[in-house]
């Protein structure tokens, strides 16, 4: 039988790195999130799951600073913050990879680990318009070596780092766009469908690193359809069912069907009904078959 929630022992892991509470986001006449929880300790792996329209996406950019919530708390390492930009997202060690990846094709392997965040010969990140001085240039040697040795912590296998990323494959695309997630000091990573579209040794090698991310301390995300991978490399599993919480559970604990169940809402999940969908009094109409009513007056 699956657990509400992965039992931990008081004390010994202290405040989860990132914990968000009632979290709440409307669009116009969609409700998209409702009352929804969530969290994340280091050294684990969490996958966020839900059917399409779920709200999983929107989550995850509630949590990058691309959507501000209209309610909830959001707690970083047990100290309430405000996210409202993805810089204050980033600021706070949140590094998020998007299904598009974003690399530039064109630019080498170094390049792309350090696009928007260069450093100089003069030993910083290169500014805005060259801010760092006029007769500042981009400390290449010093880039690559860093590039080596977190792609080596990582082992991500590529040919050469100054190979375009035009001439890897979808793996080692995938590979280089977690490195670049953890170049700063990161301590979340939130991966969304890093396997879509991989094959199965290419999604071998994800799932690999994904765990060595783990291994290192880091709190992984892993937003993904594929529940087989969720199996796979998740600690716990987080639901989300039409925008709500339906609950959090231990991977180890809870089988494919019982997910399925949660996903689909054929098995109740642990998180309070929401009053739309309980039994109403005797004589009383459903909410849903009330507004209609009133529709049709």
Known sequence: MATARAERTPGTRGAPLL????????????QALTDVNFDIY????????GDNGAGKSTLIKVIS?????????IRWQGREVS?????????????????????????????NLFLGHELTTRG???GP??????????????????????????????????IPIASLSGGQRQSVAVARSVMGDNKVVLLD??????GVAQTHEVLELIKRLRDQGLGVVLISHNLANVF?????????????????????????????????????????????????ASGELPALASQAEAEKS
């Not at 600073?65 to 708390?73: E, L, M, P």
């Not at 500042?136 to 100054?162: F, N, Q, W, Y």
């Open 19 to 30: 914990e968000l509470q009632g979290i709440s986001k409307r669009f116009g006449a969609v």
């Open 65 to 73: 600073g691309i959507y501000r919530a209209d309610g909830g708390t």
């Open 83 to 111: 996210v409202h930009t993805p810089n204050d997202s980033a600021a706070l060690g949140i590094a998020t990879v998007y299904q598009d990846l974003a690399l530039c094709d064109n630019l080498d392997v170094v390049a």
């Open 193 to 198: 469908e890093p396997t879509a579209a991989l």
């Open 129 to 162: 318009l060259g801010s760092r001085g006029p007769l500042g240039v981009m400390d290449e040697v010093t880039m690559e070596r860093r590039a080596v040795e977190v792609l080596r912590r990582l082992s991500v296998k590529i040919p050469s780092v100054r």
């Open 42 to 49: 280091a050294n684990e792996v969490v996958a966020l799951v």
């Open 232 to 280: 796979a490399v998740a600690d716990r599993i987080t639901v989300l069912r039409l925008g709500r919480w339906v609950g959090t559970y231990d991977a180890k604990a809870t089988s494919h069907e019982q997910l399925v169940g949660f996903m689909t809402g054929a098995v109740p999940g642990s998180a309070p009904a929401p009053q739309e969908d309980r039994p109403a």
């Open 124 to 126: 910083g990140p290169l």
